[in-house]
């Protein structure tokens, strides 16, 4: 059978999809427009402005499903920056993501899309949220086994928050930056078990208090980028009965999106959290599960200060494996050239 040779006047996006700790990752070869600007949150603001439908086209149904999430490799935006990156998932553009930065780093060295720089053995990344630092793990045959990333600094912005949501009632959570602002709530106040069969109740409650926090909480970075002034999910968390045991989360974002990994900027906002309240000390690791067991390790690696406020620098540690080559086409004449989500 000879290979299909689609027309000339055909859209078509070549992706590597990876998994992070079972969190899909579709890193984009090639296909998108160039994106100029002075700095990342330039370009993710073109990206969003002018771009949204390619976004659209690789996450959405049929080519992906309401979890899918993205990685556009970028030129940097810094004089020193190796590479930049763009997020996107079901609903737009993120600032941050942990589980993409394993994913995108693990790929990009294994499938040779770039290379550690001569004399390092880190790639230092330009996010919307500012510069990450992986450093990837090479094994015996050459092949990323790990990477860790420092990641940008992390705070506890609001403790003890009190909502009012519908069906729900008032519940008490933590608001956090990790690269995005989550609502972290302790799963056993509003009567959730992380566990894979109380997916659809986690989705719910999710969506149900990430309304009735931005409606309740202003969120303002005090680095004063007000791009990055948006509440992006919450953080349901269970606290290990024993103390060598593992903590649990699972983080709802953008449109009801369910992260099967423990989240990178999720565990970082907790390491912010933890440290604040003295419970994890500079040096200290915190191994955390997802709602299907994964894990990652996150160490508060220093303090630092962000606008006058206190704050952490975590550094994050997971694996990520190749799932899949892609060539995406669009026919012009297919209806559905945006894609869809149903849930």
Known sequence: MSPFSPPPDWLRLRTLDLHTCGEPLRIVLDGFPELPGATILERRRLARERWD?????????????ADMYGALPLPSATPDGDLGVLFLHNAGWSTMCGHGIIGLV????????????????????????????????IGGGGRVES??????????????IEVEAPGVGRVRGDL????????????????????????????????RLK????????????AGETDLDFL????????????????????????GEVDRSPTGTGVSGLAAIL??????PVGRTLRVESLIGTAFAV??????????????????????????????????????????LLR
């Open 53 to 65: 439908h390619l976004r659209r086209l690789l996450m959405l149904e049929p080519r992906g499903h």
């Open 176 to 207: 956090a930056f990790g690269g995005a602002f989550y609502f972290y709530v302790e799963a056993s106040s509003v009567g959730l078990r992380l566990v894979p069969e109380e997916y659809p109740r986690i989705v719910d409650l999710g969506r």
């Open 232 to 255: 992006y999910g919450v953080i349901f968390t269970a606290r290990p009965a024993a103390a060598a045991a593992p903590w649990r989360e699972v983080c709802v974002f953008a449109d």
């Open 211 to 222: 309304a009735a926090c931005r409606a309740r909480q202003p969120i303002r970075h005090p």
């Open 106 to 137: 693990t790929g990009g060295l294994d499938a040779g899309l770039f290379a550690l720089p001569p004399g390092r053995g880190d790639l230092r990344i330009d996010t919307p949220a500012g510069r990450v630092t992986a450093t990837p793990r």
């Open 275 to 280: 440290h604040a309240r003295g419970e994890l």
């Open 299 to 340: 160490t508060v690696a220093e303090t630092v200060r962000v606008g006058g406020r206190s704050a952490v620098v975590p550094e994050v540690e997971g694996r990520a494996w190749i799932t899949g080559r892609h060539e995406f086409l669009l026919d012009p004449s297919d209806p559905l050239p945006d894609g869809f």
């Open 147 to 160: 990477v860790s990333f420092r990641n940008v600094p992390s705070f506890l912005a609001a403790a003890g």
